[in-house]
């Protein structure tokens, strides 16, 4: 990942980390993309964010939604990772219900996140992933696998800290 100095100093960000998996959540295969999300954010700027919480559910649109109004408005996260579920398959519905919760969307993130990994596969090109916001929680779609988690995350980390300051409303310009 690249370096990323942020002059973010105070309290760690607060993140949760979504798995939405059929298997994971049935107990068939471990999550492996949630943790390397974790691991990631906390190897490039442990400073910065503390994960708060974590969770594997199935790819249940309802619950999807419910869980990520429940992580904003109630715990009141800063950032929510969700991984999983971004594609074209029938059971691909994350990006469906990241939409009908959120009150704007942030499209560059969701663009970066593309565009970087059209750099390694093709296939990036399906990927429904969106970005928004919901309260002053960031809500951000990675995909579902560890990799590809991994490389989205790469293209938007060091927007990340600035992005959280301006929801928090840091009246810093934006230089």
Not at 27 to 32: L, Q, S, Y
Not at 49 to 75: C, G, H, M, T
Not at 128 to 151: D, F, Q, T, Y
Request: charged share 25%; glycine share 6%.
């Amino acid at each position: 990942m690249n370096d990323v100095d942020t002059a973010h100093t105070a309290t760690p960000f607060k993140v949760g980390i979504l798995t939405l998996s059929d298997r994971s959540a049935a107990g068939v295969r471990p999550d492996a993309s949630g943790p390397n999300v974790r691991e990631a954010l906390e190897n490039q700027l442990a400073h910065a964010f503390e994960v708060s919480v974590y969770e594997v559910i199935p790819d249940e649109r309802a619950q999807i939604e419910q869980k990520l109004i429940e992580w904003a408005d109630n715990l009141k996260l800063n950032l929510i990772l969700t991984t999983g579920g971004t594609g074209v398959a029938p059971r691909d519905v994350t990006p469906d219900a990241t939409l009908a919760v959120i009150e704007k969307q942030v499209p560059g993130m969701a663009e970066a996140m593309r565009a970087y990994s059209l750099q390694k596969t093709p296939m990036a090109v399906i990927s429904r992933a969106v970005a928004g916001i919901r309260g002053r929680s960031l809500i951000v779609n990675l995909p579902g696998s560890p990799k590809g988690a991994r490389e989205s995350l790469e293209a938007i980390i060091v927007a990340l800290p600035h992005a959280l300051e301006k929801l928090m409303d840091d009246p810093a310009d934006c230089a």
